[in-house]
């Protein structure tokens, strides 16, 4: 009898942390729907741009002979549409990562909690699909003859092939993005060094395994197309590239990454643990006139009641 207080204590603190974490994730989801909507418009542009690129219908085949050129293009079209998307009111909210292996890089680095990565891959998975879907419609003919930008291997690549070639190409590209946020004079920066390293990843890797480099961006059409052969190899591989990213970044390199986004604005708050995260946290406060013992609001100019 004399062990029930301490034990109804333990759970009601248990209770507490439950509510408190329930509570988060809930505040949470103005990113959680900026992130959804951010991978919607990267990957509608990933099948319409393999659409105008690729299809055999398509002008741009005959203007441009060379497959090869067409793959560096279409990579900087990707890396470009991210880009826009980091910088605008909706990258600044969720911080613009678009892709699963991303987020879970950024949670191996020590940025993001485990809600927050669960949050983030539900997102960019149903961003996934309707961005897919959308682009499927506007593209039309030229899209199905290219199966919505399905990623497949080349047909004389193995399948385990093609997971190391996307783990070697995500691991760059996550790397690459760890370490210009890690530096203050460079992290703004980062947007525009992502157009040009997606566009030599896809412009390499293009023809050789698909070079998805996102799990979310190869679920849309493999979710169109009901095709699921080959897309363990677009989960498997992408995200151990960006975990080895994270693990490699955190605890070989000097600096850490400064904030989880990829393009930081002291203006809006953020769900991340970088030192930049903390510094716009306690500004959001400040400007809003908000208590520092409650969340912040999304941005400066709003009062959040959470």
Same mark, same amino acid.
């Given at each position: 009898?004399?062990?029930?207080?301490?034990?109804?204590?333990?759970?009601?603190?248990?209770?507490?942390?439950?509510?408190?974490?329930?509570?988060?994730?809930?505040?949470?989801?103005?990113?959680?729907?900026?992130?959804?909507?951010?991978?919607?418009?990267?990957?509608?542009?990933?099948?319409?741009?393999?659409?105008?690129?690729?299809?055999?219908?398509?002008?741009?085949?005959?203007?441009?002979?060379?497959?090869?050129?067409?793959?560096?293009?279409?990579?900087?079209?990707?890396?470009? =549409?991210? %880009?826009?998307?980091?910088?605008?009111?909706? #990258?600044?909210? /969720? *911080?613009?990562? @678009? $892709? !699963? +292996?991303? &987020?879970?890089?950024?949670?191996?680095?020590?940025?993001?909690?485990?809600?927050?990565?669960?949050?983030?891959?539900?997102?960019?998975?149903?961003?996934?699909?309707?961005?897919?879907?959308?682009?499927?419609?506007?593209?039309?003919?030229?899209?199905?003859?290219?199966?919505?930008?399905?990623?497949?291997?080349?047909?004389?690549?193995?399948?385990?092939?093609?997971?190391?070639?996307?783990?070697?190409?995500?691991?760059?590209?996550?790397?690459?993005?760890?370490?210009?946020?890690?530096?203050?004079?460079?992290?703004?920066?980062?947007?525009?060094?992502?157009? =040009?390293? %997606?566009?030599?990843?896809?412009?390499?890797? #293009?023809?050789? /395994? *698909?070079?998805? @480099? $996102? !799990? +979310?961006? &190869?679920?849309?059409?493999?979710?169109?197309?009901?095709?699921?052969?080959?897309?363990?190899?677009?989960?498997?591989?992408?995200?151990?590239?960006?975990?080895?990213?994270?693990?490699?970044?955190?605890?070989?390199?000097?600096?850490?990454?400064?904030?989880?986004?990829?393009?930081?604005?002291?203006?809006?708050?953020?769900?991340?643990?970088?030192?930049?995260?903390?510094?716009?946290?306690?500004?959001?406060?400040?400007?809003?006139?908000?208590?520092?013992?409650?969340?912040?609001?999304?941005?400066?100019?709003?009062?959040?009641?959470?």
């Amino acid at each position: 009898m004399s062990d029930l207080p301490h034990q109804q204590s333990v759970s009601s603190k248990a209770g507490l942390r439950e509510e408190s974490w329930q509570r988060e994730f809930r505040s949470h989801v103005p990113e959680y729907s900026a992130e959804l909507a951010g991978t919607a418009f990267l990957v509608f542009c990933v099948v319409a741009a393999v659409a105008v690129m690729f299809a055999p219908a398509s002008a741009v085949v005959h203007w441009i002979d060379s497959e090869r050129l067409r793959l560096f293009v279409t990579g900087s079209i990707l890396g470009g =549409a991210g %880009a826009l998307v980091a910088i605008t009111p909706l #990258g600044r909210i /969720s *911080g613009a990562h @678009l $892709n !699963p +292996a991303v &987020s879970i890089g950024f949670y191996c680095e020590g940025k993001m909690h485990l809600q927050d990565l669960i949050g983030y891959v539900i997102a960019q998975f149903a961003g996934g699909a309707i961005g897919a879907w959308a682009g499927a419609t506007v593209s039309g003919a030229l899209g199905r003859s290219v199966k919505e930008a399905l990623t497949l291997p080349a047909e004389s690549v193995s399948n385990w092939s093609a997971a190391g070639a996307e783990a070697i190409s995500t691991f760059a590209l996550a790397f690459v993005i760890f370490e210009m946020l890690s530096i203050k004079r460079l992290m703004h920066w980062t947007p525009l060094v992502v157009v =040009a390293v %997606a566009s030599i990843l896809v412009g390499i890797d #293009g023809n050789f /395994s *698909g070079a998805s @480099l $996102n !799990p +979310a961006r &190869s679920f849309g059409p493999a979710w169109l197309e009901h095709n699921w052969h080959c897309f363990w190899v677009y989960v498997v591989g992408p995200c151990v590239g960006g975990f080895l990213a994270g693990i490699v970044h955190k605890f070989v390199m000097p600096r850490p990454a400064r904030t989880g986004k990829l393009f930081h604005d002291r203006h809006y708050r953020s769900i991340f643990s970088g030192r930049s995260d903390t510094m716009a946290n306690i500004h959001v406060r400040r400007q809003a006139g908000a208590p520092p013992n409650v969340r912040p609001p999304v941005h400066k100019s709003r009062i959040s009641s959470a």
